[in-house]
């Protein structure tokens, strides 16, 4: 049941989440799965709703570095990154505090423990008013995109959906930067919401992006750096062909910037001769914050069997395009 969130909304899901409940929340990022992360049951909820292996662990959502800091074990470089940039769309692996109270499923059973505090409003007032850390994962069925708005999380779950806090669209609409700082080694997992520039520049030195697009699930040498990202992640139905400069007869185009000089090949006219539900422009400015924030929304909207595959321009691997590019290259895979 979807329920715009207000005070009282805020109440009733907290009432939810305190008794083991699950409730899709709002943030900054996408909407979230949310579950009390103390608690072994509602945690097991999560992966019986999404259909997730247990092997893939959740990021626990908290209101502060202070309650992060009872959980994990804060180094230098999370401190700084903390102050730079929670709340927001950063994650960040830690070791887990030998105490940890975290429910060992929320983890997977691995002993670090990913961590987050989230800007959106009603995800904080949230978390304040349950006191509670909150296990959250994107509210969609494992393997299929994640929801930027409400009616997404409904789209996913059909009736057996949880209750659904509603904040409108998500602002960014892209999951949250993960980084590991559980070794002596940083790395940046996932590409997201805030850019590797941004990180580099508060800690004074690079990090480096792993690739996990290029990881060899097989490689069972060396444990898998983010259990979650080798594992099949959303692909359309229909083929997604990359950095397009023109568009086969059959092909919807996802553009970015100005689509003035696509045609369409043998003699099809002009991309823009295309009907709206086959045209769709992530940002007609070219603004990558702006592409960002209609990227599943729009991917979603184009993933009709009417069309024989979706061609996308080519975006700009700079600042957040890099979480772009790299949602679109799993799409493609
Ligand atoms: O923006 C976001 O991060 C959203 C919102 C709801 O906060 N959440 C989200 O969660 O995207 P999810 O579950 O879809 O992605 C979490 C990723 C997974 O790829 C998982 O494998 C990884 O984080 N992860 C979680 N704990 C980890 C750990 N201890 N070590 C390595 N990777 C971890
Ligand atoms: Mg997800």
Redo the contacts with the bound molecule.
Sequence with gaps: MIKTANKDSIQEAATCLRRGDLVAIP?E?????AANALDENAVKKIFALKN?PAI????I?VPSLEMADRFVVINDMARRLATAFWPG?L?M?LPRRENCAIAPSA??G?P???V?V?SHPVALELLRSTGLPLA????NPSGTI?PTTPRHVIQGFGDRSPMTLAAGPCKIG???T?I?L?TNAPEI??A??ITPEQISDVLGQNIPLYDSTSAQSTDDQQAP?????LLKHYSPSIPVRLNAIDLEQGEALLAFGSDKFMGIKNGGGPASALPDHSRMNLSEEGDLDEAAANLFKMMRALDNPAHKGIAVMAIPNTGIGIAINDRLKRAAG
């Excluded at 990022?29 to 799965?33: A, D, S």
């Excluded at 893939?56 to 990021?59: A, E, G, R, V, Y």
């Excluded at 959250?136 to 509210?139: C, D, G, K, L, T």
């Design positions: 943030t990022t996408v909407y979230g799965l997730r893939n662990p959740l990021i959502h769309a994650t692996i983890s997977a691995l670090t423990l990913a987050r989230p959250a994962p994107s509210a994640s892209l999951e949250s993960i590991d559980s997992l996932r997201g919401g750096k983010s259990p979650g990202l």
